[in-house]
């Protein structure tokens, strides 16, 4: 079965556990748990920099998917996105409050998950494409995904409007996305 089959299956199966807690079926609520907690737990752990903030910010944004299944809209995007952009959002709330150190670091391109992520071949993709990126988009993305600052900061840091923030966050976006939609091809077949 070629990669994007199974990425689109994987994709599906998530659909339907959230379509099942959204009718109150707990196994489907373990079974997405399961399937995207690691994921989850290493990005909480990569912007508040401690495990046990992580763990609850894990069990937060579990329990807010499972109180919010019914509104989930696959067409808006993947249950995994779904579940990450709330992750980063709680993360950097918490980052941003008094219990905790506001700044991150600056590690750019290898703050990309965990280990088992950083092993497989989208990460690879991921990172190849974030370093072809010009450095005025890579920039941006790095400061609003890996530091959590707002469009407002990031043009403060770099000294550019706001509007050019936006334009270099949505087009470095658009080149990812359009990047990892392609097929990887290896020896002659598609993967």
Known sequence: MARADADGDDAELDVELVAKMAAGDRVAMAALYERHSGVMLGLAMRIVRSRLEAED?????????????????????????????????????????????????????????????????????VRAVLAELGLDQRKVLELAYFEGLSCTEIATRLSVPVGTVKSRIAAGLERLRSAMAKPVVKGGETS
Not at 68 to 96: H, Y
Not at 110 to 117: K, S, Y
Request: overall charge positive.
């Open 57 to 125: 910010l894990l069990h937060d944004v579990f329990l807010e998917a499972w109180r919010s299944a019914k509104d989930f809209d696959p067409k808006r995007g993947r249950v995994r996105t779904w579940l990450a952009i709330r992750m980063r959002s709680r993360a950097l709330d918490l980052q941003k409050s008094a219990r905790v150190s506001r700044n991150a670091g600056d590690t750019g391109l290898d703050l990309l998950v965990d280990e088992r992520v950083a092993a497989s071949p989208d990460h690879a993709r």
